[in-house]
């Protein structure tokens, strides 16, 4: 389903989108849902949970680059800060990760 919601330009550039590589990923206790990444950056490492645990083991993701949107208010879920959004696709009851076409460094800006 589209959304009738525009944004301007300038909204999008308020995205700060970075290749992240994972470096760990763990289940989150008690939840079905939330996996705990590990995921560098280049220039720093975050933590950052996404609700991907139905879909993706932890050990299937070790190593995997994505783009995640890094400059998000950090929240706290099942007691665990997340400090980023990592992007992915949901479609046909499946999702996937979005990833670049070759290797590039941890924290290349997508844009």
Do not use: C, Y
Request: proline share 5%; net charge negative.
């Amino acid at each position: 389903m589209w959304t009738n919601i525009m944004i301007s330009f300038e909204d999008f550039q308020k995205l700060d989108i970075r290749i992240g590589k994972i470096l760990s990923a763990e289940k989150i206790e008690n939840s079905d849902k939330l996996l705990k990444l590990e995921v560098d950056f280049g220039e720093e490492k975050r933590q950052i949970v996404s609700g991907i645990a139905q879909h993706f083991s932890p050990e299937s993701l070790i190593g995997k680059e994505a783009p995640f949107v890094i400059n998000m208010e950090p929240r706290v879920l099942r007691g665990v800060e997340s400090t980023g959004m990592i992007m992915a696709i949901s479609a046909n009851e499946k999702v996937v990760l979005l990833h670049p076409g070759e290797d590039v460094p941890p924290g290349s800006i997508v844009g």
